[in-house]
Structures are given as C-alpha cells and as structure tokens.
Nanobody, 124 residues
Framework: VQLVESGGGSVQPGGSLRLSCKVS????????MAWFRQVADKEREGVAA???????SYARSVQGRFTISLDNAENILYLQMDNLLPADTAMYYC????????????????????WGQGTQVTVS
C-alpha cells in the first residue's frame, strides 16, 4: 500500500485547506483510513478516520471544523479543514490499516501500518 499526501500549505487563522491522500495498492475489503498530525517532540495525534463500514470518527479538537471523506472511485482520501487555528499547525499524515477498528482505537496511531510521507500545514 502506498500513500501520497498533498494539499498542505500556509494559511491565516480562520482559513481553509483541503488535504488529499492518493492511495494505491489497497486491496483490503475491510479497512480503516485516517488522518493524523504531529508536532515535533509530541505524540502523533489522530484527527479523523473513516472505515469501510462508513463509520466516521473525529478528534474533539477538530469536531465541527474538519471533514473526512473518501472517493472510492479515485482511491483518494480527503480532509477538508475549515476555520483553521494556529493550534492546527502540524505535519499531517494519512494512514491505512486492514480491518475496522474498535471505536476507542480507530484514532490510535499504533493501529496503522501504512503511512504517507506527510504534508505540512501552518496556520499563522
């Protein structure tokens, strides 16, 4: 499985960005796909996840501002980020794992074994 993120950049507070993650080689019938973010010297944080069951989960810090979606035809995972805050500044990664997850684990980075290279988002 290969994941390639794009769409990061610099934006002012209150602005919007849409991240994309092109997924190739994913033949899993059941899967979880997610966005994580990481700031240097901090633990990787789960932001949003979508599963083959169509279950969607968000971190509380982004609930109501971020929207995760999946284009199955193009195999592209999106993260629409609105009303961005300086606290959203981080490197954003997409990730995939086989199988659906328990609700309390779907945003845990240790669950995922396929990762993209990351795309930087800066809000200032």
């Amino acid at each position: 499985v290969q994941l390639v993120e794009s769409g990061g950049g610099s934006v002012q507070p209150g602005g919007s960005l849409r991240l994309s993650c092109k997924v190739s080689g994913n033949s899993y019938r059941d899967y979880s796909m997610a966005w994580f973010r990481q700031v240097a010297d901090k633990e990787r944080e789960g932001v949003a996840a979508i599963e083959s069951s169509r279950s969607i989960s968000y971190a509380r810090s982004v609930q109501g501002r971020f929207t995760i979606s999946l284009d199955n035809a193009e195999n592209i995972l999106y993260l629409q980020m609105d009303n961005l805050l300086p606290a959203d500044t981080a490197m954003y990664y997409c990730a995939v794992k086989e199988g659906v997850s328990k609700p309390w684990t779907v945003l845990k980075s240790v669950q995922y074994n396929h990762w993209g290279q990351g795309t930087q988002v800066t809000v200032s």
